[in-house]
């Protein structure tokens, strides 16, 4: 079966944060939680000219991710028991009836996405919304993002424009193989840019 | 990110796993150098309840740290992949290995050389199962752990803390031992003492070469260098307590204290290296 995954276009992005509510909202996720995350990234400067006229090369873009349902995963590889796995689709997914809730998938993952939800007694994160894609739907922050800057679906079939996620604050596609396509914009920054820095960490963090 | 205590169960194991473990050094060397009488051994026996104890503690916090810890014997199925899995598998190896030696011990169905043999292998896996912790922590993901001195340090500690506590054993079993069996005492606790601290010393001065979006990894924890000195000041205080309890035939009640005083030492340590964590992006 095909590997799925998640196209951003970050040209069309405004930074709503849509996404992440609709994700919150089917997942019945409390607040402190979301498997998608809008980091916003802010640089540049202001610099005063000769005759006192100012310029500025100051920039923002968003950069919208939820699991990157890698090829790699580092949740997979760390994981004691199996439970996180790589469904027939490519998905990550939690077996919830093998997890332990250790704790080490959401230690390991350098996209923030596993998390152990104590009450529930193991791991949870991004599945793709496989119930709703199983239904024919598209998962429900690719259907709510007003400006159509969200796809998912076999990788072959996602918009073209997008390259493996290679943008700040992600990490370097290297590492784990993200099934995961952005099309970057004029101000995107490389992975592991130090020029930017993280304008919503209250949000985000 | 977060302050390192939000892994405190894991610290509890990781500080008493190895300790109880390590225990079993010195226990080797109380047999071997000692060549206790069958009432000393007797009362050894009885008393390696001690660092089996600890060690059983040091597993109950790992069990705590669970979100499903009944679901826990899965971890078993990860052996070979996950780090995790092979450093409990290792841990449960001891701990099985320890318990039939002790049980062979206390049924008096334990000949010398059979002894003899298991306190060695017990000795060895007790090295092994703290490099197995240690090793547990190196994740690519995780710049500041994926380092071969999460290792190091994790073989400090159970030496460190191994020694106090098996020669606590000891004095408490009043088990007479060779001449310089305090100067063993001390080189053990002091060569462990140096590891840990040389280990988690190198870790943290490499933390300046690592960051990523949020910040450096030397902002991480600001105190980091001072909870590398507990440890380093507590450990030094419990070799000397150690020393001194030695050549009042290993007074067990100072040798409690440095216990204590060890053990509180590692633990410090290790909510530090927790608090180290930084992914390699977010």
Not at chain 1, 60 to 77: E, G, I, K, L, R
Not at chain 2, 130 to 141: K, N, P, Q, R, V
Request: charged share 10%; glycine share 10%; hydrophobic share 50%.
């Amino acid at each position: 079966m095909a590997q799925y995954g998640f196209y951003f276009d970050a040209t069309r992005c405004t930074g709503c944060k849509t996404c992440e509510a609709a994700c919150r909202d089917y997942h019945d996720l409390p607040l402190e939680l979301s498997y998608r995350h809008v980091y916003e990234l802010e640089g540049g400067s202001w610099s005063q000219a000769a005759d006192g006229t100012w310029t500025t090369d100051s920039y923002t873009y968003y950069t919208s991710f939820a699991c990157s349902h890698c090829t790699n995963p580092a949740c997979t590889h760390v994981c004691p028991t199996g439970a996180m796995h790589k469904d027939d689709d490519g998905i990550v997914s939690v077996d919830s009836h093998r997890c332990i809730g250790c704790g080490y998938c959401e230690l390991a993952c350098p996209y923030g996405n596993p998390h152990v939800d104590r009450d529930k007694g193991h791991s949870v994160k991004c599945d793709g919304c496989a119930e709703r894609v199983a239904e024919g739907k598209a998962p429900a922050c690719v259907e709510a993002c007003s400006m159509r800057a969200l796809s998912f679906g076999p990788m072959d079939s996602l918009p073209s424009g997008g390259v493996p996620a290679a943008v700040a604050p992600l990490p370097d596609p290297s590492v784990t193989t993200p099934n995961f396509l952005i099309k970057a914009c004029a101000s995107s920054q490389p992975c592991g840019s130090t020029s930017c820095v993280v304008a919503n960490a209250a949000e985000v963090k | 990110m977060g302050s390192g205590f939000e892994h405190t169960a894991l610290a509890v194991f990781t500080t008493l796993g190895p300790m109880g473990a390590g225990a079993f050094i010195a226990l080797t060397y109380a047999f071997i150098a000692g060549q206790p009488d069958e009432a000393a051994a007797k009362r050894l026996d009885r008393w390696t309840a001690l660092p089996l104890a600890v060690l059983a503690v040091g597993f109950l916090g790992a069990f705590m740290h669970l979100a499903s810890p009944l679901n826990a014997f899965g971890v078993f199925s990860g052996v070979g992949a996950s780090p995790l899995s092979n450093e409990i598998l290792v841990g449960v190896a001891f701990a099985v290995l320890a318990v039939v030696y002790w049980v062979l011990a206390l049924a008096g169905k334990l000949p010398f050389a059979l002894r003899k043999t298991l306190l060695v292998v017990l000795a060895a896996l007790a090295v092994v199962f703290a490099a197995f912790c240690g090793l547990a922590y190196m994740m690519y993901t995780i710049p500041t752990w994926n380092t071969p001195l999460s290792i190091v340090q994790m073989v400090g500690y159970m030496l460190a803390g191994g020694t106090v506590l098996g020669f606590c054993t000891v004095g408490f079993a009043q088990v007479g031992l060779p001449k310089g069996a305090s100067t063993v005492a001390l080189a053990l606790t002091l060569a462990g003492v140096a590891v840990g601290t040389v280990g988690f010393g190198v870790q943290i001065a490499g933390l300046d070469a690592i960051r990523n979006i949020w910040s450096s990894a030397a902002e991480l924890v600001p105190a980091i260098w001072m909870l590398l000195g507990a440890f380093a000041v507590c450990g030094l205080v419990a070799a000397a307590l150690t020393f001194v309890a030695a050549k009042k035939a290993f007074a067990p009640a100072l040798l409690v204290v440095a216990c204590v005083v060890v053990a509180a030492g590692i633990f410090v340590a290790r909510i530090g290296f927790y608090g180290l964590y930084m992914g390699i992006a977010l």
